[in-house]
């Protein structure tokens, strides 16, 4: 099995990071590719940025969609162009954020998300809304970081995220925690082992859902909302002209 | 007043019919500039020309930034971009979805949203839904038509929203109908003669609710999550890393 | 355009305030008359005294439908007499409390009310549920004073709500503040300036939300629910036996 | 034990039929008074009418509130004045409306509401929305016909509800069913006999819980929301501003 | 009247307060008989002793069909097997937790559970939810206590729920205490004196609410959900496969 | 990997075709053990008898509590048991339900449940709803078959289903479709190709959940709602006494 794991941001290293998270929990057989866009945002932390990083996105998956891939995730915690992907390609496509609320589910009655800056919250809602599971989301919240600075003190990070997370469980019921981005996800299992709760890297867990869908042989339905857009002419974008004018 | 409208898709004779609807209702004193983007799909009925309209839409108000508008308005029926021209400009911002909805909040207990294609029914439930007025919305609706396919017969398009209006109407319980798709806009105040009910088009309720913020001295909020996108560096897209980047 | 503002408590400067700061937002060429009931509460903290106000606000309505009006804000803000008027008369009817709750939904992910008795919490979030709007508003506040004890110690009024905004903004997530009261109406700018987001007086948000639904052509669905009352007897009510039977 | 029963329109014969019904279930010991206000509309079919009633509900509840009753029961299936007259009396004081919807919810997983004229529906999904149980209730349907007119022709109402039912328990899943409107109440046991569904009469289910909540010694909460009325003056209100400016 | 009350745990202790606690606020007339089942855990602070525990009520239920009861009490604030009583007989059956619900609602607009354990918290959220009531609910607070651990120091524990029942008062805006645990229910009066709101005992409001039920002449809808099991084979239960495999 | 499949009724051979199904999906290396419990009901098909089979399921899990499984599937749509199941061991527990919609979710925005026999479908509709998905559930549709009926005429229950699904994908706007029984779980790939949209066996995608969550290295939340239960006396119950009375 073979899955394409888009980092929707342009930083190389937090790509390679990611490939080595999904990596490690991947099955035995499957192979994962990691790649980000030709161009955009070093991180994503703003609307703005989540747009512009999903048309990049987009460019990326329909680059590679004739190459044999079971399998999309879009490795970014507010889920960019996930919808758009699902028409565009026949295979499974899962985002992070989606993928952690629905593990999350099945091991906790109510999880919260800890993520880096203040002001991704409301942004984060939304996603966990549109997965369909914000019945189960008691809170999310936020250490005062950004994307990039994650790694400058990574103690400090650890710290923080743990704190947080105290109050998630202590204040506000929740009996899981979901690291709200991607560059978060390698400190799962540290951070499991200190909070004694399941601690979710939505990387590790859309890795894992996309291997259950191809498992059990079930894809995108195709019938209305996913189906393959129409023909359609782009203006000044020769590559999807080419795609989908036909 | 200076309000800019962006039509988000490369339709010029789209951005023409919408520039004189909105002409249409605008005070005395309120200039109307209609323009589309440089680039993207000739009309948005997916969640990929959405997400690359999106893209488009947000270049465009990047350009016009400093050209001294009062407020923009997003003209396509899924309000494109909103969230992130809101962190980018300092002036209110509209979508025609969310001004169809409020508006008709206004004026009859529950509506219905009647729209083009099928695929773009669960689309536009969800937008409704970011706007906050789910609970206002007893169905959306469609008939069997492309967006460009809406002026061939201009008579069979006004026939089939008419019927499915009625359906509306009369099995969902809606008290107002609203135009699901920026192009149906001229279609308004024939429709609502038919129908008996408010019939409303999201481009003049969206001049209209524009000029209302203006005019009582309100503005996004800049708190938080619609702030100015922090210092960011963009790879190989020179005009946003010359605006972010600092 | 002549827009009819009903204060529903007799309270004679309270209608002068309102009218003063419906003036200030006005389009030119709107004249604003503001008007109070013939008899009821001096103030509105109850639900006895939304009941007796709301029937008096409907006759005062039923007095002036034949007046020439383009629009009716009725405001006070839980929105009394709002369904019944809108019966009543042919122009639109916009209550305040659901046009501060419109309007902060254009400029703001998420509000807050803050209110003068903390009573009239519940309330309030009941009247913000009317609206549609209740999947924005993340708390309704209180400070602990009485609708005519506001101005006795503006300072401290001014003071209070502002501490109660800041708790709103920072544990709740509110980037906009509704002020909850139509006396609180002429600190909006103020508390505004000292909060850095916007605060909205329901009555500038009503007036220019009339002016938006009849500068677009737009007025109360009179289909099904809001349609005209059917012939009536009233025992004992000449004016409503004359207006109603027939 | 004493019931105060006000219906809060004004026809007679109606007050009487519910008097009946109501004394047709209490228990032994309860005396029922049932009484209807000194003015205000013949029947309740409009927003006008309810807000009308309800100020003539609330004079009527304040004139018996020294009269010794136990428990005040409000007989117009939109509850009108509910949470009024909860705040000037003591006693416990129940709307038919919520009353059968707490009833139908201990019986039946699901129910519908059936009422008479369509304007209603939306209003009494409101109603049954304050009431807590919105999420207990598929449908609410109705049948052509004004209050009043309910009696003209008592087998065409008794079978147009009953075919109304038989299409919410059908197609809308229900398992219950709620008469909606006080003068329909007497068609309870017939209809239940020809539907093999419980079909309540909110008079008969609030006579019930009246005495529940006396027989248990519980009463309305005065802590804050049903609190009794400040010290207030009314203008040219002379009763109620003797009974609450003190 | 005869109500069998079915305490599911098998603490004879707790059997006997609950009788004591059903039969003072039993109608004159109205006999109780409460029983426990021939097996299972001593009390239900888990979803493990919540399954066994239904089991063994339905047992119970079964055993006691034919004896003439009229209604049917389940006395545990998780409601155990509720629905499935509902099925095999044919009198009204109401469960403590949703009575409370139902009478709170009667009586204040938003109402908080106080019970024992911590772990039982999203427990009793859930079955509030089930009793359709899950809007009126702000809180399912906890002290931290067991089940039979109530008794050993009554003046520490009825000085436990006060403190946390003011917290859900002040904090969290109840207006009505839900006692959540069938061991508290006789100190209702207690703390309702001290508390200044409602304290609703479950047993109690469940006694009244099917003397309510019974006196209407209303019992459990029989059309499906709740219709009799049909004709089924029972391994291994031989009582279970007389009673229902005909 | 070892899985432990309970099947919750004690019908042989419906427990062999869920093994058979659960095998066809299972990864390599995955062993799958199917068993059912002692005693109980043939099938389950209403609320009593989902009750007495969750303790006979429960009964079965503490058996083979230290049998070294890493997960255990409980293959029954209405997820009996699930909750204490959880408490009770430390591996992954999984329903078919919830694992159904989890998966649907990822492959389509809404999904329908077509099930077995009607009075199922308020029982289903509640078991998707503690799954978290009841926002992506549009309906819950029927064919009039008995759980042990289904395998009678294999050809007409596939017809059945197919019918039902098209009105579900044609009416409701369902995207997938989820098969409402264990027993049906064999059709999946069928009507899958049947109908053009992702039909779903909930057998298939529990194992593969349960594969998911035993390869990332996520277990149970053991922190309080799933917690071990406390020691705890059980009457007449010498194994569970045994169990949990320490």
């Known amino acids: 099995m073979k899955i394409l794991v888009i980092n929707p941001n342009t930083s190389a290293s937090m790509t390679e990071a990611i490939a080595t998270e999904c990596r490690r929990v991947a099955a035995p057989g499957t192979v994962i590719d990691a790649v980000s866009p030709a161009y955009g945002p070093r991180s994503i932390e703003t609307h703005t940025e989540d747009a512009i990083a999903a048309a990049a996105t987009i460019e990326t998956a329909l680059r590679h969609r004739d190459d044999g891939y079971d399998a999309i995730v879009v490795a970014c915690f507010i889920d960019p162009a996930l919808m758009a992907i699902r028409e565009i390609v026949d295979v499974p496509v899962i985002g992070i954020a989606e993928a952690a609320a629905h593990v999350a589910s099945l091991v906790a009655p109510k999880f919260s998300v800890v993520t880096v800056m203040r ?14 599971l914000a019945a189960r989301c008691v809170s999310v919240r936020s250490i005062d970081l950004s994307v990039l600075g994650l790694e400058e003190d990574l103690d400090a ?26 560059g978060l996800g390698p400190l799962d299992k540290e951070l499991q082992s200190r909070l004694g709760v399941p601690v979710l890297d939505g990387c590790g867990c859309a890795v894992k859902l996309a291997e259950a869908c191809v498992g059990y042989g079930v894809t995108t339905s195709k019938v209305l909302s996913y189906s393959a857009p129409p023909v359609k002419e782009y203006v000044n974008m020769p590559e999807f002209d080419a795609a989908f004018r036909g």
């Open 157 to 182: 990070t650890i710290a923080a995220i743990e704190a947080e997370s105290r109050l998630a469980i202590e204040q506000d019921g929740a009996e899981a925690i979901l690291l709200g981005c991607a």
């Open 119 to 132: 002001r991704l919250e409301h942004q984060i809602a939304a996603t966990i809304d549109r997965s369909g």
